[in-house]
């Protein structure tokens, strides 16, 4: 129970990754925010976490639209308490060539991935830093690292997240709070449903642990940076990708 009592939000909770993130927390005690783009879309995880006996409730936000970031999470004060995780983890795609690419494709992807994550770390930034504590993680991506052709805006959004998290670790660091990120290789979700069977097999090929990777996998790593113990830790990338970029 290493989040007894610790309220920890989770954007983009409802499948996937976050879904999995928001179970990991429950499981060790935390009280958990999912946030999902409609409140209907986060219920699913709320109600497999309150079976299991844990505390959650659910919350629908588009992550990049100011206002109702500062209202949602003032309701996730109110309801749970001072945050003490803020697990950035909303994000979506919008993938094709550059020469193709649509403005809108661009402006899109990088108001949810990367805005969105700037407006949330604002939104619990005064409550950590009266805490003296306070965790923040950021899902980033390999291609935010090593670039992937077809994903400009989406590798860029990634790489800024980059830089978001150092400059938040540089500036909250000395009141008690971290900042990390974390950068996945392939992960089995909605969101790589679509690749071919041939890129998944090249994929797997390629990584030494001969596999992709499952929602479970950033969980346990997402748990590692948010805890206690991890104060030392901050303004990191951890690559959980089997070591595919080796
Ligand atoms: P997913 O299955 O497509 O789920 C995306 C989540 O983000 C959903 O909960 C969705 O909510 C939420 N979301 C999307 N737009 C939002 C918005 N404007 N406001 C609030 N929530 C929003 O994705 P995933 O594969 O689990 O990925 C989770 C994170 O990991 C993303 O940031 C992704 O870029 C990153 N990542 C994934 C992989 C991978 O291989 N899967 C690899 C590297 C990085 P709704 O259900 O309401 O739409």
């Known amino acids: 129970m290493r989040f007894s009592g610790t309220t920890v939000v989770v954007t983009g909770a409802s499948r996937g990754i976050g879904r999995s993130i928001a179970l990991a927390f429950a499981a060790e005690g935390a009280k958990v925010a999912c946030v999902a783009t409609k409140v209907e879309n986060a219920q699913g995880t709320v109600d497999a976490i309150v079976a299991a006996g844990g505390e959650a409730k659910p919350y629908g936000l588009d992550v990049s639209d100011s206002a109702a970031v500062a209202e949602v999470f003032a309701q996730i004060e109110g309801d749970l308490g001072t945050v003490g995780v803020l697990v950035n983890n909303a994000g979506l795609t919008r993938d094709t060539l550059m020469m193709r690419m649509k403005d809108e494709d661009w402006d899109r992807v ?24 306070g965790r923040i993680v950021n899902i980033s991506s390999v291609v935010g690292v090593h670039g992937s052709a077809g994903q400009v805006n989406y590798s860029a959004s990634k ?28 992960i089995e979700t909605d969101m790589t449903h679509d690749l071919s069977e041939d890129f998944k097999a090249r994929a797997i090929a390629d990584a030494p642990a001969g596999r992709l990777g499952k929602p479970e996998d950033i969980a346990a790593a997402v748990l590692f940076l948010a805890a206690p113990e991890s104060g030392f830790i901050t303004g990191q990338c951890l690559e959980v990708d089997g070591g595919l970029f080796l």
Do not use: H, Q, W
């Not at 108001?111 to 504590?133: E, I, P």
């Not at 540089?170 to 290789?185: D, F, M, V, W, Y």
């Open 159 to 186: 790489a800024g997240l980059l830089g978001l998290t150092k400059s938040v670790a540089k500036e909250l660091g000395s009141r008690g709070i971290t900042c990390n990120a974390i950068a996945p290789g392939f």
């Open 110 to 133: 990088i108001d949810v991935n990367l805005k969105g994550a700037y407006l949330t770390t604002k939104a619990v930034m005064k409550g950590m830093m009266k805490a003296r504590t």
